[in-house]
């Protein structure tokens, strides 16, 4: 699982250098290879994100292993991508710093990098051993405040063109909120993800279209329609939508067995024990 993790990180990257190579980055390479490090460093982070619903949804325990080297990768892009920049700028770090003070989009990626370096550099066992699991558990819950920030990030550096930062930011609201689920009540079941995902879609159209209407002017009515018309492209909610009710899907397929199995295995202890009735134990061991 790792070497698979490990795999899937470094291909992106070697993507771009063959674009590199071929002159395919078109007629500002620096600045082309800049944005595609940064997309990847936000999509490898909400792939990090989604382990831990993955693992739980679908009843793989081992796809955990893949979360630290996926966590690292995120980091790593997150560097190449600040890498890039200085080398756009010459190497002049001055300028380079004052850019960073006086862009408040840029102040925002630097604080969102410097959290994923962090997190990165106390992804060891031994760093987990020098902190302490609490405090290390309360050091790394800080993602929840970085991923927000890297989306912001691509949102105000993407300027018009906004329809993969919206459809992040959606993904993200999903991540965000199954956590929130999961906290609440101990386990998410498929009735709250159908709700969750119905949720997550109508933030990212309202989100959407409030962004136009604030950054152009144009009329939200007119792009929450859009949503509707079947000539237009399919607009990031929709994509929200389907992906997040495929993995209600996926969890609700893992559900029924692991549901059976709980029954079958409290009958038997009944069976043997002859105490309490078999509905009441299997409901109590549900919630």
Known sequence: MKIVAFAGTIVPALWIAFQAIGGELGPRPFTEAIHQSGEWTLRLL????????????????????????????????????ICLYILDQHFDLLKVASEIVLRIYLTIGALALTGLTALAATSTDAAVRRLGARRWNALHRCVYAIAPLAAVHFFMQSKLNIYEPT??????????????LFRLNGEVAPLQLVLLACAAALVTAMGE??????????????VLLAHLDPQMELRPAWWVLLASLAIAAAGWWRYRPARRRLRRRVAGGNAISGTQPVAAVVQRRAV
């Not at 693992?55 to 893949?66: I, Q, S, T, V, Y």
């Not at 279209?209 to 007119?222: C, L, N, Q």
């Open 209 to 222: 279209a409030a962004i136009y209407m604030f950054t152009t002017g144009v009329d939200a009515r007119r």
């Open 167 to 180: 459809l992040m930011a959606g993904f993200l609201v999903w991540l965000l909120g199954y956590r929130v």
């Open 46 to 81: 909400l792939i990090t994100l989604a382990v831990t619903p993955a693992l739980r949804l679908l009843r793989l325990p081992r796809l955990g292993l893949a979360r630290r080297t996926l966590g690292v990768g995120c980091a790593a892009y997150g560097l190449l991508h």
